[in-house]
């Protein structure tokens, strides 16, 4: 089982609509992630957030914004999306930011917006 | 050309036998390498790290050429279990965070 906790599993909301989608490890990672993939697609990156400060956005719109809590939580605020941002939406987190520590992912977030 | 690239696939083979996927990396800096498994509808999950003298976890073997800048798996004795689709993952120490994913290769072992 993945020590990545999710959610909601599943989200559908309207164009208009305001949700927040949240994610939290008990692993004591400082590294965390958000992921979007699409259908046969490898996940595409997001944010990442290094010891609760965002140390990557790579370029996503401002419709979509992070926000870290604290060293376990970490959540992606959702407003005014559109359809093509339906997408699993996957957070992971890893021991540190270097590049030799193993990234955890979650179970994701089935988003559809409509 | 992509930074990562994996066998388009798809895998289709019959329990027992034995497959190899690569994955080749334009760039010479990268420094870790990984393996991860992903099933329909499910999170990606680690297989294996992908270390320079190579290494086995059972039935999995993985390798790395630095030299010729390419990674594998082979996978002996197939299980219908392992139909899923292996993403290669590659990072460099410069982009730290940033990992670089191949865009999967997918396998159905059938009985």
């Known amino acids: 089982d993945t020590e990545v906790t999710q959610t909601p599993k599943h989200l559908v909301m309207g164009m208009t609509n305001k949700k927040s989608l949240k994610c939290e490890q008990h692993m004591g990672h400082r590294a965390m992630y958000w992921y979007k993939q699409k259908a046969k697609k490898p996940p595409e990156l997001m944010f990442v957030y290094s010891y609760e400060k965002l140390s990557i956005n790579e370029s996503v719109p401002s419709r979509f914004s992070p926000e870290c809590p604290n060293s376990s939580l970490l959540n992606l605020h959702l407003h005014a999306l559109q359809p093509e941002d339906s997408a699993l939406y996957l957070c992971?987190?890893?021991?540190?930011?270097?590049?030799?520590?193993?990234?955890?992912f979650g179970e994701g977030s089935w988003l559809t917006v409509v | 050309r992509k930074e990562v690239e994996q066998d388009p696939g798809p895998f289709n083979v019959p329990e027992g036998a034995t497959v190899a996927f690569n994955c080749t990396y334009s760039n010479s800096a990268s420094q870790s390498f990984f393996w991860y498994r992903q099933d329909c509808r499910k999170e990606p999950k680690l297989l294996m790290s992908?270390?320079?003298s190579g290494n086995e976890d059972g039935r999995f073997t993985a390798q790395l050429n630095r030299a010729s800048q390419y990674i594998s798996l082979l996978i002996r004795d197939s299980k219908l279990s392992d139909s899923a689709t292996y993403l290669c993952v590659v990072n460099m120490n410069t982009n730290a965070g940033k990992s670089t994913f191949g865009d999967g290769t997918t396998l159905t072992v059938k009985p």
């Open positions: 992908v270390y320079s």
């Open positions: 992971a987190s890893s021991q540190g930011q270097s590049s030799g520590n193993t990234i955890y």
